[in-house]
């Protein structure tokens, strides 16, 4: 819905980068917020009532897969950013492993065009790290830089060769660009379709250990450091990673990290009897990486809460565990499992949207993650008390496939405002 003027009215203004953690009005006007006080009066704009709930900037997902162009059955840029308002989303950075593979400024138009026309939230492309996510030659990073990339990466995949891996961090940071890497060694991963543990061993499956994040995890960090480019881990699910991360934080290394809902909510345990809705990559782990990671978003280890949001079609998700397809759907149920953080004591509200806003913004280096007079009215309003069931069907993505389907949460996104423009409002 299209509004010139929008007046948010008592809601908990909760904005990290001013230290704003109070009850305000919020006026916006052509889509820029004009005013923030204790109370607005005005007689001509659309009132959404806040009270009782969260106003916040607008959430970021640094890492999804809109899965367009190539896999529209999976997903397209329509229905993933439609997912991402229903989940409180106004901007999603989404990854390269399309078909073709954004590894061209042509691809990187595409997107941006498609994003344009049919995207509900803001769209920014991820450029590939190297040319079809090969990990051989580096692809067209300059022109993708000039089409509009935010970021560089083959997630999906390791850049298992280091020496490409330095001259891609090399180039990247010539044109200011964060190369995200997906740290899994598949040489020690091998075949591995879940964690190795206790419990791949007692299902009979060929487990995937922690050290194959972690060899890359330190690996990056020294490509890093020597370089003195930007590396941000993606979907940290190891203790020995967070270690590895803040280690090198505090030795001044230019790194950033990013943690998955599900890898702090979920053990291996949630495998159960060959579920493949808990089969992901990086895979699930244990109590004590759940631990690692909560504390890690806690000390400013971890930068991020990203969803990873990976969709897949009906026929790749119900087959025999090996043959399954990583991955699961996340940008609607990302809010409520992160406010469990909040209940929990582990996470302040300040920090859960420096987490899920400013910190993410300032990665990609865009224009959004506060909510201050003159910044875009990207906005979200979160009901944090709001009780739910997780019913699939009734996702705005394609994708079905998540492990917490019949869950009870509570909080939920109950407006979403792009623009100045409420792209979606929870009736």
Request: hydrophobic share 45%.
């Amino acid at each position: 819905m299209s509004v010139k003027r929008l007046l948010i009215k008592g809601g908990r203004v909760i904005d990290p980068a001013s230290g704003v953690d109070g009850i305000r009005d919020v006026l916006v006007e052509k889509g820029i917020i004009s005013i923030i006080d204790i109370s607005i009066q005005t007689e001509d704009a659309k009132v959404l009532s806040a009270e009782g709930k969260w106003v916040v900037p607008g959430l970021v997902d640094m890492h999804v897969h809109l899965r367009e162009p190539g896999y529209e059955y999976k997903e397209t840029i329509e229905t993933g950013t439609k997912s991402a308002a229903a989940g409180g989303f106004t901007s999603v950075a989404c990854m390269a492993n399309t078909n073709p593979v954004n590894d061209c400024a042509q691809v990187t138009e595409f997107i941006r065009n498609m994003a344009k026309s049919k995207g509900a939230v803001n769209v920014f492309p991820i450029g590939a790290i190297t040319k079809g996510l090969k990990g051989e030659a580096l692809a067209d990073i300059a022109e993708m830089a000039e089409a509009g990339v935010v970021a560089l990466s083959d997630d999906g995949k390791c850049v298992m060769n280091a020496a490409v891996m330095r001259a891609a961090i090399e180039y990247a940071g010539m044109f200011g660009l964060a190369i995200i890497e997906h740290a899994e060694d598949i040489d020690l991963k091998q075949n591995g379709v879940m964690n190795e543990g206790v419990v791949s061993t007692r299902l009979g499956l060929v487990g995937a250990p922690r050290i194959s994040e972690d060899t890359i995890t330190a690996r990056d960090i020294s490509l890093a450091e020597y370089t003195g480019g930007h590396v941000h881990f993606a979907h940290v699910s190891t203790a020995g990673a967070v270690e590895l991360i803040r280690f090198a934080k505090q030795k001044g290394v230019k790194v950033t990290a990013e943690a998955a809902p599900h890898h702090f909510t979920l053990t291996d345990e949630a495998v159960g009897e060959y579920d493949t809705n808990a089969k992901m990559a990086p895979p699930l782990r244990e109590s004590r990486d759940i631990n690692a990671i909560i504390q890690g978003l806690a000390d400013g280890t971890i930068d991020c809460i990203a969803t990873d949001h990976a969709p897949h079609g009906i026929a790749e998700k119900e087959v025999e565990f090996d043959s399954a397809a990583f991955g699961i759907v996340g940008l609607e149920t990302a809010v409520p499992l992160s406010l469990g953080l909040v209940r929990d004591g582990r996470l302040t509200p300040l920090r859960l949207v420096e987490v899920m806003s400013f910190n993410p913004s300032k990665i990609l280096k865009i224009n959004r993650g506060t909510i201050q007079p003159g910044a875009v009215a990207d906005i979200t309003i979160i009901d944090p008390d709001k009780e739910w069931v997780v019913e699939p069907s009734q996702f705005k993505s394609k994708g079905r496939n998540t492990p917490f389907a019949g869950w009870k949460m509570k909080g939920k996104a109950v407006a979403t405002i792009v623009n100045g423009n409420v792209a979606y409002e929870d009736n």
